[in-house]
């Protein structure tokens, strides 16, 4: 008996072994998937404590001039761990400079400074924002 039913039941391991090892691929697909969408859009980054003291200070902008405190420290966001944050303190930075005078070159020092280690989209945005400042672009 041991003859005849070997050959029997291999296929239906070698089947149990494919099944289970696409099931596992599978698996590990979606996970990953979820690590790369939850990485791209994560919706808890407004939560951070940077980004929100980023978006008050804007929000502070709106309302009126800053605090040399207040520009100091959307200059210190520039350097943030979060691209948002430093997408903002960018904003936050560039609008001051334009409209409070005495502080345009400290502006531009700091999104100068800002290209140089951001990310490539903080950086991008940063040399765009500074190049305004000099009237460079338009």
């Not at 050959?7 to 090892?21: D, I, N, Q, S, Y």
């Not at 939850?38 to 200070?57: F, S």
């Not at 200059?75 to 691209?83: A, G, I, Q």
């Amino acid at each position: 008996m041991p003859p005849d039913d070997a050959p029997a039941l291999a296929p239906r391991f070698v089947k149990l072994f494919v099944v289970l090892g696409i099931a596992a691929v599978a698996v590990l697909v979606l996970i990953g998937l979820k690590v790369w969408v939850w990485d791209r859009y994560d919706p808890t980054v407004t939560e951070r404590p940077d980004v929100k003291e980023a978006m008050t200070l804007v929000n502070a902008r709106r309302a009126g001039p800053l605090t040399d405190q207040q520009f100091q420290r959307g200059v210190e966001l520039l350097r943030s761990d979060s691209d948002i944050a430093q997408l903002a303190a960018n904003t936050l930075v560039q609008t001051d400079g334009e409209l409070t005078p005495e502080r345009k070159g400290a502006a531009i020092a700091a999104l100068d400074e800002c290209a140089k280690a951001a990310p490539p989209k903080v950086a991008e945005t940063a040399k765009r924002a500074a190049a305004r400042l000099r009237g460079e672009e338009k």
